[in-house]
């Protein structure tokens, strides 16, 4: 069982910037991948940032130059950098892992999720 907790989220202006952090219980974490998916209210979750466990990453249209994806192995957790934030922006940002767990068969764990809203 993988735990993710999620922490940063919060209300900011048009234009700020906001960094999310996701911290997960296992030491095995530099073999997940990682990610960061958000779901606006009436909408349906969508990802907003991935990277692999080799440190590959892949950002959605929509936040492409404004997002970043990071990890740091050394403290199991994985962040996400938003800068220039609009209102669409605001949504429910939940952490998700995949975790191997043997050839060709892996698990995927959420974080309960963190609100981020952004408004003037």
């Known amino acids: 069982q993988v735990q993710l907790v999620e922490s940063g989220g919060g209300s900011v202006q048009p234009g700020g910037s906001l960094r999310l952090s996701c911290a997960a219980s296992?030491?095995?974490?530099?073999?997940?991948?990682m990610a960061w998916y958000r779901q606006a209210p009436g909408k349906q979750r969508e990802l907003a940032a991935a990277i692999t466990s080799g440190g590959i990453t892949n950002y959605a249209d929509s936040v492409k130059g404004r997002f970043t994806i990071s990890r740091d192995n050394t403290k199991n957790t994985v962040y996400l950098q938003m800068n220039s934030l609009n209102a669409e922006d605001t949504a429910v940002y939940y952490c998700?892992?995949?975790?191997?767990?043997?050839?060709?068969?892996?698990?995927?764990?959420w974080g309960q999720g963190t609100q981020v809203t952004v408004s003037s």
């Open positions: 998700n892992a995949v975790v191997p767990v043997r050839a060709f068969e892996s698990r995927e764990y």
């Open positions: 296992r030491s095995s974490f530099s073999a997940y991948d």
